[in-house]
C-alpha cells in the first residue's frame, strides 16, 4: 500500500509509547522532586528562554509566509499580546488571542480588496 519503512499505525503507537514512558515516571518520581529545588527552576526558566528564542526568531526572522508580512505588522501583534496579557493580570490565553486576532486583522486589512 504504502513505500514507507513503518506503518503510520506504528509510528503513532511508538511516539505514544515515549510519551508515555516520561509521563509514568513522572508520576513515579513526583514525591521525590522539590518544586522549589534548583533542577526544577533551571527547567522552568530553561522552557522561558526556548519559548522566548522561538518568538524572537518567529518575529524578527521569519520564513515562509510570515515572512511577506510586514515587520510593523509582526511588532504590533507581540505588543498588543503583551499588553493584554499585562492588563489581564497575566492570562496567556488572552493575550494570545488578542495577539492573534490584531495579526489577522491587520494582514487582512493590508492586503485590500
Known amino acids: ?3 514507507l519503512p513503518h506503518a503510520p499505525l506504528t509510528v503513532v503507537l511508538v ?3 515515549a510519551t508515555f514512558v516520561w509521563r509514568a515516571l513522572g508520576a513515579i518520581l513526583v514525591d521525590r ?3 522549589e529545588g534548583a533542577v526544577v527552576r533551571w527547567f522552568t526558566l530553561t522552557s522561558y528562554a526556548l ?3 522561538l518568538v524572537v526568531r518567529l518575529v524578527g526572522l ?3 509566509s510570515l515572512g511577506g508580512v ?3 505588522i509582526r511588532l504590533a501583534a507581540v505588543a498588543v499580546t503583551l499588553g493584554v ?3 489581564t493580570r497575566r492570562n496567556p490565553l488572552l493575550g494570545v488571542l488578542a ?3 490584531c495579526f489577522i486583522a491587520a494582514v487582512t486589512w493590508t492586503a485590500g480588496p
Open 99 to 101: 495577539g492573534t486576532a
Open 15 to 17: 511516539a505514544a509509547a
Open 51 to 53: 519559548l522566548a528564542a
Open 85 to 87: 496579557w499585562w492588563l
Open 62 to 64: 521569519p520564513t515562509g
Open 70 to 72: 510586514s515587520l510593523a
Open 33 to 35: 522532586i522539590d518544586p
Open 1 to 3: 500500500m504504502t513505500d
